[in-house]
């Protein structure tokens, strides 16, 4: 398709969700990869769009020189998977031509580091086409590559801040066999040059935190001219140092007179995620399924406070007696075990107590028993030894606060009061127990509330830095899609894929 009002008749017969692969040209395996995980995640119609965009090419760039080869393109985008490809002109895509068009402008923090410091204006323009191209296309889907992380970066917040209703799919970096990134770059490459330009990806592989400053040196020993060598937050792309668990090393060269980038993740520990919030918002039932989808470990710390209460009840101790409470947790062997049935082992001192902790009687006691200071001190300190490597989600009030301040990611999840007891009545009902009046269920939820974040002892607060979800009207689908998404803005597939990807 090429016009405007061709794409718009073809897009209005479609029944399922769209995803669109927005290209310039010049496909090769990188492309392939997003139009095959485009259609193999959900198995809707995958549309593709060439369209090489002068807004984003500075006057002494290769704008005129960049790869057009449709017709190679074409059979690519067809063994791929698309359905469709799209490949507007100019006046379609910008009508009043490119310099008369709206421009979309890319906040200073996100394009000062990487390749916006030295191609200024260069993602004004990717952000200003891509929002032209969304909204003639209307997709449910975007799907981008890693590859250009700053890109992608810069494109999720465009999203995010125009409120777009679609969702954002990034794919891992292709690689050739010499370790080369695929891009349409590479076809400019000598064969003298692309045996330099290999060094690119092996020298970033081979660097850890304490040999980032040889970096520089080694890429121009291998030939290589370097634009940049940066380590960033891969989240706010702000310089950092190794206190980054997760951080971003990204580096640009020239090879001969062709711009290569490319980029690694330095990790210290595997990705930890806190989930934090109020009673009732549904937390274990997508932290559980959000674990499985990332093939992280689910911390379940209520079931942790239960385990104490339910030691402090069968030693005959008052659960609101600190002092007496402090010295059971002398040595405590407390041990949480996924079953391969999906299920969760609880062991305390060696004694299979998962179902107890759920009794009505530990239920009354919990909170008592979860407010003292040795409690909290004894199960945080747990927590954390059990984090310390990562690779875990737990689910809890002071997670993001007190257990885990540095993960990386951290949600609020609640939902109204009035959401809250709807639901409550919902699974009470369900379990066949009476059901309180809803003004009633509304009062008891919101006192929990207040005795939650105002207790002395870590009191439920949202983090500074957590993401507030407010789950009212959405499905449990659509809350893991959302914490999904939220993970992956700031862990890439590349350090941590999703299990059977
Ligand atoms: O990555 C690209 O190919 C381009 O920057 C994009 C996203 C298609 C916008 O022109």
């Keep these: 398709m090429r016009s405007a009002a061709e794409l718009s008749v073809w897009r209005r017969g479609l029944d399922r969700p769209l995803s669109f692969v927005p290209t310039m040209g010049g496909l090769h395996g990188g492309h392939g990869q997003l139009m095959r995980s485009a259609r193999s995640s959900d198995q809707g119609p995958v549309l593709v769009s060439i369209f090489v965009n002068p807004l ?19 059979a690519v985008a067809e063994s791929c998977g698309a ?182 993740f330095l990790m210290s520990r595997a990705p930890l995620v806190a989930i934090d919030g109020p009673a009732g918002a549904g937390k274990s039932t997508v932290t559980r399924a959000f674990a499985e989808r990332l093939g992280l470990t689910y911390l379940d710390t209520g079931a942790m406070y239960r385990s104490v209460t339910w030691l402090v009840r069968s030693h005959g101790v008052d659960p609101a007696d600190g002092a007496a409470i402090e010295p059971l947790l002398d040595g405590l062997d407390l041990q949480l075990k996924s079953l391969p049935s999906g299920g969760q082992q609880v062991l305390v001192n060696g004694k299979d107590v998962s179902t107890v ?79 309180p009046e809803r003004s009633e269920l509304e009062a008891q939820i919101a006192e929990r509330d207040r005795l939650d974040s105002t207790r002395e002892e870590a009191p439920l607060v949202k983090a500074a830095d957590a993401v507030e979800l407010i789950t009212d009207g959405m499905s449990i689908d659509a809350v893991i899609d959302e914490l999904v998404g939220q993970f992956r803005s700031r862990v890439g597939e590349e350090v941590w894929p999703t299990p059977g990807n």
Excluded at 65 to 73: C, S
Excluded at 228 to 243: I, K
Excluded at 389 to 404: C, Q, S, Y
């Design 83 to 264: 359905d469709a490809i799209w490949v507007p002109s100019v006046a379609t895509v910008y009508p009043d031509g490119p310099e008369d068009v709206m421009r979309i402008q890319v906040p200073d923090s996100l394009q000062r580091s990487l390749c916006g410091g030295g191609r200024p204006g260069h993602f004004d323009g990717v952000a200003t086409v891509v929002a032209r191209l969304l909204a003639m296309v209307r997709p449910d889907r975007l799907v981008l590559g890693e590859k250009d992380w700053q890109q992608l970066v810069i494109l999720r917040r465009l999203v995010a801040d125009l409120g777009l209703p679609l969702s954002v799919l990034s794919v891992p970096t292709v690689r050739e066999s010499d370790g080369l990134a695929f891009s349409s770059r590479n076809r400019y490459l000598s064969g003298e040059q692309r045996e330099r330009a290999a060094a690119l990806p092996r020298l970033l592989r081979a660097t850890d935190d304490g040999a980032i400053d040889r970096l520089p040196n080694a890429l121009r020993d291998a030939g290589l001219e370097v634009e940049y060598v940066e380590r960033v937050d891969p989240v706010t792309l702000q310089p950092c140092g190794e206190e980054k668990a997760i951080s971003l090393l990204a580096a640009a060269v020239r090879c001969g007179g062709t711009r290569l980038i490319d980029h690694v």
């Design 56 to 74: 984003q090419f500075a006057p002494n760039e290769d704008f005129a020189r960049y790869p057009r080869t449709l017709d190679a393109d074409v």
């Design 357 to 435: 902790i759920r009794s009505p009687e530990v239920t009354a006691s919990v909170s008592a028993v979860a407010a003292h200071r040795c409690v909290r001190q004894a199960l945080t300190n747990q927590q954390q030894a059990m984090g310390a490597k990562g690779g875990l989600v737990a689910e809890g009030r002071d997670i993001g606060t007190a257990v885990f301040p540095d993960a990386e990611l951290k949600v609020f999840l609640t939902a109204t009061v009035a959401e809250r007891a709807r639901r409550r009545a919902l699974d009470l009902e369900q379990r066949g127990f009476p059901v």
